[in-house]
Nanobody, 125 residues
Framework: QAQLVESGGGLVQAGGSLRLSCAGS????????MGWFRQAPGKEREFVAA????????KYADPVKGRFTISRDNAKNTVYLQMNSLKPEDTAAYYC??????????????????WGQGTQVTVSL
């Protein structure tokens, strides 16, 4: 059974950094678009970043541009999200996802087939 498992979340002060990892198992995700999404309490799940199957193309939501970096290691079946200059408004549960949507639609929640269970990121003042 295919699974995605996130790790690396935690509590950090504003201005700090965290690196999230998402390890795939049960199948190879090397030919999938991989994305990171987040959901704060009372809010809808929102797009954060996506990386193409080769890693050659990336896409970011405006609030995280210049602060977050998505990358992948297909040999390890793993995708990463490096988060720098964290702000309290980045506080949310972060989810990784895998899908075969077209690259132009990779920001859409509904087009992803596999989801992890989420990891909590809390940024304090």
């Amino acid at each position: 059974q295919a699974q995605l498992v996130e790790s690396g979340g935690g509590l950090v002060q504003a201005g700090g950094s965290l690196r999230l990892s998402c390890a795939g198992s049960g199948r190879t995700f090397s030919n999938y678009v991989m994305g990171w999404f987040r959901q704060a309490p009372g809010k809808e799940r929102e797009f954060v970043a996506a990386v193409s199957w080769s890693g050659g193309s990336t896409k970011y939501a405006d609030p995280v541009k210049g602060r977050f970096t998505i990358s992948r290691d297909n040999a390890k079946n793993t995708v990463y999200l490096q988060m720098n200059s964290l702000k309290p408004e980045d506080t949310a549960a972060y989810y990784c996802a895998a899908g075969r949507s077209s690259w132009s639609q990779s920001q859409l929640v509904g087009l992803y087939n596999y989801w992890g269970q989420g990891t909590q990121v809390t940024v304090s003042l």
